[in-house]
T-cell receptor
Framework: EPEVTQTPSHQVTQMGQEVILRCVPISNHLYFYWYRQILGQKVEFLVSFYNNEISEKSEIFDDQFSVERPDGSNFTLKIRSTKLEDSAMYFCASSEEQHSYEQYFGPGTRLTVT | GEDVEQSLFLSVREGDSSVINCTYT??????LYWYKQEPGAGLQLLTY?????DMKQDQRLTVLLNKKDKHLSLRIADTQTGDSAIYFCGARYFNKFYFGSGTKLNVKP
C-alpha cells in the first residue's frame, strides 16, 4: 500500500541553524501539507501546497519557514535560524484532491533544537 | 480559527466499550475526523463524518455528531488491546485542518 515517507526520523540541531525536513508524498497525490505537534500539545496545521504554490498557511508559518517541491517526488520544509520552541514532531501529509476527505500522514520527523 | 479540544486519557478494560469525546468551536467545519496514531507511526484515518450527518457506523466504530453542542464522539465497541493508541479528533474548515491534542486510550487485559 502506498505511504508517505519522511526523513530523517529524528533531527537534532543547534539553535540558529537551518534544517530541512524531507517528505515523499504518495505519487499520484497533488496536495501536500505540513503539521507540527509540540510535545503534549495539539497537532497544528502549518501549510498546504498545490501546483507549486502555497494554498493556505497558518499564523505559525512565518518567514522563518518555507516549503518547496524541488523535484517530482520530494516535498520539503525548511526552517531557518531554528529556535528552541521549534522543537516538535513535524508531520507531512498528502491528499489526492483538494476536497478529498482523507489525508495520508507520514510517520513524522522529531526535531530537537538544543 | 477552529479550536478542537479533547480529553487526554482514557482507560478501559478489554471487551468494554470506549467513548472518546471531542468539542470544536467552528460550526462551519465541513468534515470531522477521527485519526489513530500508534507508536512511531503517523496519523491514520479511522473514520470521518460530514457535518450534515448525525451518526456514522463502521464496524466497531460509531461516530456521533451533535452540531448544536459542537460535540463529536467516537465509540469503539468490544475494545481490544490492539486499540491502545492515541486518537485525534480533527475538523476541516475550508482547506485548513485542525486537530486536538489526542486522547491516549489504554486498554487493560
Amino acid at each position: 500500500e502506498p505511504e508517505v515517507t519522511q526523513t530523517p526520523s529524528h533531527q537534532v540541531t543547534q539553535m540558529g541553524q537551518e534544517v530541512i525536513l524531507r517528505c515523499v508524498p504518495i505519487s499520484n497525490h497533488l496536495y501536500f501539507y505540513w503539521y507540527r505537534q509540540i510535545l503534549g500539545q495539539k497537532v497544528e496545521f502549518l501549510v498546504s501546497f498545490y501546483n507549486n504554490e502555497i494554498s493556505e498557511k497558518s499564523e505559525i508559518f512565518d518567514d522563518q519557514f518555507s516549503v518547496e517541491r524541488p523535484d517530482g517526488s520530494n516535498f520539503t520544509l525548511k526552517i531557518r535560524s531554528t529556535k528552541l520552541e521549534d522543537s516538535a514532531m513535524y508531520f507531512c501529509a498528502s491528499s489526492e484532491e483538494q476536497h478529498s476527505y482523507e489525508q495520508y500522514f507520514g510517520p513524522g520527523t522529531r526535531l530537537t533544537v538544543t | 480559527g477552529e479550536d478542537v479540544e479533547q480529553s487526554l486519557f482514557l482507560s478501559v478494560r478489554e471487551g468494554d466499550s470506549s467513548v472518546i469525546n471531542c468539542t470544536y468551536t467552528d460550526s462551519s467545519s465541513t468534515y470531522l475526523y477521527w485519526y489513530k496514531q500508534e507508536p512511531g507511526a503517523g496519523l491514520q484515518l479511522l473514520t470521518y463524518i460530514f457535518s450534515n450527518m448525525d451518526m456514522k457506523q463502521d464496524q466497531r466504530l460509531t461516530v456521533l455528531l451533535n452540531k448544536k453542542d459542537k460535540h463529536l464522539s467516537l465509540r469503539i465497541a468490544d475494545t481490544q488491546t490492539g486499540d491502545s493508541a492515541i486518537y485525534f479528533c480533527g475538523a476541516r474548515y475550508f482547506n485548513k485542518f485542525y486537530f486536538g491534542s489526542g486522547t491516549k486510550l489504554n486498554v487493560k487485559p
